[in-house]
């Protein structure tokens, strides 16, 4: 097996731990070059973004961190985000021939249901990052009947191809496509046609739910820094963090 040129040049694998993100920072703390890969095959308390669990049964998915120190302002980290949700986008097109979608700001689904998330948690020093901590977890072989509350709202691979999957070649393919996405975002390609192209809620009317408050309009734009651009009755807001429900006619909640 060649050898990945910088994200997985090392990968530590463990049982089970806390959470993969913990000991990548833990990592970057102590000096450790960017790249290095920790890798769970379960998680005693895997963290989603805005406070939620990441729970997925043991040795079934993939759940990984990443150590970054990409050459950027604070900005990057936004960028990041993107270009692990389109990493994973492609992976599962180029590799499973399915058609996921992204919602802002950085789930991925299939068929309207989230089948992985990211988390990025960073530490900066003055006005550049010192380092990133890129969590992706990636439902694969369960199925979502294990967890019904989740159900109706995220789904596996498992459930969507109707069998199992090569979870190390998945998670190879990955490491290569982050590699080669990362090499372009750092030359200054903020990847913005592949995140466009495959983000679902442009031109429709959503609701966000900010840490202060509810906001109902029609999703215009995402910007280069990854705020949301939403147009509310007379005028327009940049959000920077917040939960996406789509309003279709049917009020059906996709997110
Ligand atoms: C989300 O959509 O809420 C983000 C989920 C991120 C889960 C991954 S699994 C690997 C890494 N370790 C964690 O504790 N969380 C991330």
Known sequence: MNTLPLIGHRIERYMVVASTNDLVRAAAEGGAPEGLVVTAEEQAAGRGRLGRKWIVPRGTSLQLSILLRPPLAPIAGAR?????????????????HL?????WPNDVLLGGRKCAGILLESSLSGDRVDYIVLGIGLNVNYTMRVYPEL???????????????DCAALERALLVELNALYARLVQGDVLMDEYRA?????????????????????????????ALILELDNRSVKLYAG???????????VS
């Open 243 to 253: 939960d996406v429900t789509i309003l279709q006619e049917n009020a059906l909640d």
């Open 151 to 165: 159900a109706p709202r995220a789904t596996t691979l498992q459930d969507v191809v109707g069998h199992e999957v």
């Open 80 to 96: 990041v985000v993107r270009m692990a949700a389109v990493a994973v986008a492609h992976v599962l097109e180029q590799h499973l």
């Open 198 to 226: 495959r983000l679902k809620l442009l031109g429709q009317t959503i609701r966000v739910a900010t840490a202060t408050e509810i906001l109902q309009g029609i999703a215009r734009d995402v910007s280069d820094d990854g």
């Open 99 to 103: 058609t996921p979608v992204l919602k």
